[in-house]
T-cell receptor
Framework: SQKIEQNSEALNIQEGKTATLTCNYT??????LQWYRQDPGRGPVFLLL?????KEKRKERLKVTFDTTLKQSLFHITASQPADSATYLC???????????FGPGTSLSVIP | GAVVSQHPSWVICKSGTSVKIECRSL??????MFWYRQFPKQSLMLMAT?????????EQGVEKDKFLINHASLTLSTLTVTSAHPEDSSFYIC????????????FGDGTRLSIL
């Protein structure tokens, strides 16, 4: 069955540094990979979507890469701020409107 | 950006009660809506997929008679937890998709359900 792993359950970094989160998957061939942010007690908020034929996407301080050969996505937050502290979820789908399979999430803490 | 409203945000009720949760897409037509459940410190688990005007498709292990889903219009889906028991206590989250390529799902803010 398909499996999604995210590099670590928790990640602590210093303010101003770049946070890099990893998402690896097996037994699946997604056409889309998405990253969401979730704050405690709230629903996920969409951040970025990248298609299988795209290598990289950027949005402000966020950057995501998608390597279908390695079956891996990297999510970067540059110049991190304490307000970036949240859980980040990697999600895969066959189409952008198909059911989404979520990874376990990485809890990011940006320390002032 | 797209807005999905979920109501109520929090409900506490006695065991045996049925609870209805509403999910509305406020500024777009949602051809498909999804219902997820999330236990503490775990990720979202898909329960079912519903398309407007048709029966919901449930994931393996989810009881369709326990979790009734109705998607009567392009902007509203409801999840009813029938005869709820303490083990049904969880965080329920809906999402909505316009069905347009390259457009992601947008999520509601979840409903915290506590069964006493």
């Amino acid at each position: 069955s398909q499996k999604i792993e995210q590099n670590s359950e928790a990640l602590n970094i210093q303010e101003g540094k770049t946070a890099t989160l990893t998402c690896n998957y097996t037994n699946y061939s997604p056409a889309y990979l998405q990253w969401y942010r979730q704050d405690p007690g709230r629903g996920p908020v969409f951040l970025l979507l990248i298609r299988e034929n795209e290598k990289e996407k950027r949005k402000e301080r966020l950057k995501v890469t998608f390597d279908t050969t390695l079956k891996q996505s990297l999510f970067h937050i540059t110049a991190s701020q304490p307000a970036d502290s949240a859980t980040y979820l990697c999600a895969l789908a066959k189409t952008s409107y198909d059911k989404v399979i979520f990874g376990p999430g990485t809890s990011l803490s940006v320390i002032p | 950006g797209a807005v999905v409203s979920q109501h109520p945000s929090w409900v506490i009720c006695k065991s045996g009660t049925s609870v209805k949760i509403e999910c509305r897409s406020l500024d777009f037509q949602a051809t498909t809506m999804f219902w997820y459940r999330q236990f503490p410190k775990q990720s979202l688990m898909l329960m079912a997929t519903s398309n407007e005007g048709s029966k919901a498709t449930y994931e393996q292990g989810v009881e369709k008679d326990k979790f009734l889903i109705n998607h009567a219009s392009l902007t509203l889906s409801t999840l009813t937890v029938t005869s709820a028991h303490p083990e049904d206590s969880s965080f329920y989250i809906c999402s909505a998709s316009s069905g347009v390529d390259n457009q992601p799902q947008h999520f509601g803010d979840g409903t915290r359900l506590s069964i006493l």
